[in-house]
Every structure is written in structure tokens, then in C-alpha cells.
DNA sequence: CGTCGCATTGATATCGCTCAAATCCGGTGG
DNA sequence: CCACCGGATTTGAGCGATATCAATGCGACG
């Protein structure tokens, strides 16, 4: 295990990592399909997981990018059954957590139920955003949203860490588009562009 | 204090109850501001308060409607400030659940913070319900998404609550576009409508 | 070297947004 | 009781932005 794997896994409370088993998945694997029984929620160490749903029409909607010391299923803890795929979009090593266990310690350790109920307060106001950003009506706006919201520093840097078409589902556009879209803000001077790397060149106030 | 006032109140903790503040709020008051330090967690007794942000354009965004026995804010509960605007869309009743006290309490009360945890999960699923209906792309699919997601029975019935210019922005729509959605909807024998019910015909298979 | 997926750009069509106007409806005041 | 008002509900017309289809370059990988 990889010391970033065990400063991770140390985020946990002691109870909790005592209980978890690490798993690997490769690339494209599936972790758990929609409809499976909950048995377990997980923690990434390593790699990258998403939580999607398929329309009738086959296309896919990620709901939930996980990387490295994020949790998933958090929500479906207390359902019988997952409501999304989870997929190993790269090469994973997972912490999973029983759910039965994890239950009872939420019910035995309190401050480990505040830290559990403060992540999914955190991962509500993650959603919310997302919301807000998708009820943008133009392309521009949810990029700048997404830079103002994510961004760090007065620039609003972003380092992308999948590629340009994962990003541009995520911001629910066509890919086309944001390619577009960013050409045309780095035409402005308005974005700058190195790479992966995205900043803002005049900062105008947060949304 | 009405009847259905006193059964809202019931689905709490006695310890959260004398807690909370009974406080009423006329149409459009705001409950509280972007901004404002975080006081008090609220659950509606009646009326309904509309949880939203502002664009710089003046836009509204709705986050959420809290009716009678939902919780609002309760994603702020451990920051310290209120992440959106809370204004009473109708005359609305409110208990008003000091923040300190309910931290205190979720540490204390087991049985209460696993509750706390749930509700928070359920707002989270709702979210992700929202985050996927809003990336689809047609206004149709919307629709179909909101009552296949919301529905209840084999027909997916669901009455509206508000004015169909409020279901439009919560489904990201221009009112206009919903009216004439809904109207070919109807056209073609998928829905029906009578009034705020809403249906549809030919059942397929969920989203 | 061939293949595959991402990045990029072009052309076109579609769909939703915007502006406009007419109607309806509940509530209010004379 | 009736006139009037504001907001919701419709419907129309036109524009523009985005999705879609297509083609090309490019880099990674076997």
C-alpha cells in the first residue's frame, strides 16, 4: 500500500478502518450495479470510481466523480438497494466498509456519526452546486460557474483531472461545445489556458 | 396550533422539540440571507419557504421547496454561513432549531444523529434525482423523468403544487416551452392532465 | 504500423429562449 | 355587482445557442 494510501485511510476513525477490507478493481470494472443489495460503502485510495445511471437510451449520466479519499454509497446507507453504477473509470483500490457495521457504529460512536453526518452535509452543498451550475442557461456561464465555485485563489485555478469529455458531461454539454466555448473565452483574454490547467484572467465577482 | 401542525411536530425527538421556536413568517419574508451567520436549523409546520440563489443577472435559482414536515438548511448545520436565500413563498410556520443546541444534541442522542443521518442522505438522493433530470436534454425527457422519478402508482400520478411557472424552473425550463411541452404531451395521448393532477398513459419502463 | 480515443473544427438542424400579445382567473375596491 | 388589476396561462413568431453529424489531426499503446 502507497503511503497516499494510508494517509487516506487514516482520515478514518480507527473503528471504522478496523472494519474495512481493501479492495482492487481495474479499469472498467464494475464495483456495484443499480438495484444490487447495499452491502457495503466505500472509500477511494487509489484511482478514480463513478457513480452512474443509463438512460433507456443508453446514455450515461455520472452522478458523482469519486477520487482519492472521497466516499460513495454514503447516501445508500440506509436503503436496501444501490440506485446507480458504480465503475471503475481507472484502475481502483477501494476501502469497503460493511454496511451493517458501519451502521452499528454510527449508532455506538457519536463523534464518528457527527464527522459521517457533517460528509454527507458536505456532499449535499457539492450537489446543490452542481444544480446550480446545470440551471445555467449557456455554456460560458457554467464554466465560469464551475471555475468561480471550484477554482482556487483570486484566478480560479482548476486543474481538470479527466479529460475535456468527461468534463464537459459533468457540466452537461456536448463536447463540442466546450471546446468550443473555451477557444472562445481564450479569444477574449478572459480564460487562460495551459494544458489541463484553467484560470480565470479577469476575476469578476463570485456568482 | 393546528392538527396538522401538532403531527409535523411529532416526527421529532422530544429533545429537539424543546428545542425549537415556533416563529411565522408572512409571504416573502425572507427566513434568512447568503451570508448570514448560521443560527438555527428550520422544519415547515405550514406554508412552504423556497431555498434559492441569486445570479448576477437577477436570475432565481431555486435549490429547494421545503413543505410542511421537511427540513431546510440542515446542509449548513456545520458551516458558518448560510450558503443560499431562504424567503416564505406563502405565509409559512416555522420551528426554528437553534444550531448550537441541535449540535449538541446530535452528539448526545445516538437514536437522533442516525435520523439526522438519514435525512440528510434522503436530500442528498433528491439532489442527484434533480442533477439528473436537469442534464437531460429535452424538455420532454424532463417531464417524463419528473413523474417517473416523482410519480406515485403505475401511472406515475403526481399533483402539482405550485403554479406550473414554478415546476418550469425547477425542471430548468422556460414556462413557456413546459406549456407547449405539456400541451403535445397531452397531444399525442402520453399525458394526461386535469388541472394541477398530472399522468401518464402509456407506463414504460423507469429512467 | 494500425487502432483507438481524445481534441478540434466545420456545417447543419433542432430546440428552447425571448419578446409579444391575448385570455383567464381570483381578489380588491368602488 | 361590476370594473379593474396583477399574475398565471396560453399561443405565436423569430433568433440564437446547442446538439448532432462529419472529418481530421494527434498521441498512446499494443
Chains 1, 2 share one sequence.
Not at 9 to 35: H, I, M, N, S, W
Not at 48 to 75: I, M, S, T
Not at 83 to 112: V, Y
Request: glycine share 6%; aromatic share 6%; net charge positive.
Amino acid at each position: 500500500m502507497s503511503a497516499i494510501e494510508s494517509a487516506v485511510r487514516d482520515t478514518l476513525p480507527r473503528a471504522v478502518r478496523d472494519l474495512a477490507r481493501r479492495v482492487e478493481y481495474p479499469k472498467g470494472t464494475p464495483v456495484f450495479r443499480q438495484g444490487d443489495p447495499v452491502r457495503a460503502v466505500f472509500q477511494v485510495l487509489g484511482g478514480e470510481v463513478r457513480l452512474a445511471r443509463f438512460g433507456k437510451d443508453g446514455a450515461e449520466l455520472v452522478l458523482q466523480r469519486a477520487r482519492p479519499g472521497e466516499f460513495f454509497a454514503e447516501a445508500s446507507l440506509d436503503t436496501s438497494r444501490y440506485h446507480c453504477n458504480a465503475i471503475a473509470s481507472e484502475e481502483a483500490a477501494l476501502l469497503e466498509i460493511p454496511a451493517r457495521a458501519l451502521r452499528e457504529l454510527l449508532d455506538e460512536d457519536t463523534k464518528f456519526a457527527r464527522q459521517w453526518a457533517a460528509l454527507l452535509a458536505r456532499q449535499l452543498r457539492s450537489a446543490r452546486a452542481r444544480l446550480e451550475r446545470l440551471s445555467l442557461g449557456s455554456a460560458a456561464e457554467r464554466v465560469r460557474h464551475y471555475l468561480n465555485t471550484e477554482g482556487h485563489g483570486t484566478t480560479c485555478e482548476v486543474e481538470l483531472s479527466g479529460s475535456l469529455k468527461d468534463w464537459a458531461r459533468e457540466l452537461g454539454l456536448a463536447h463540442e461545445t466546450l471546446y468550443r466555448t473555451l477557444a472562445r473565452m481564450q479569444e477574449s483574454g478572459e480564460l487562460e489556458r495551459e494544458g489541463a490547467a484553467l484560470s480565470l484572467k479577469a476575476h469578476r465577482k463570485r456568482v
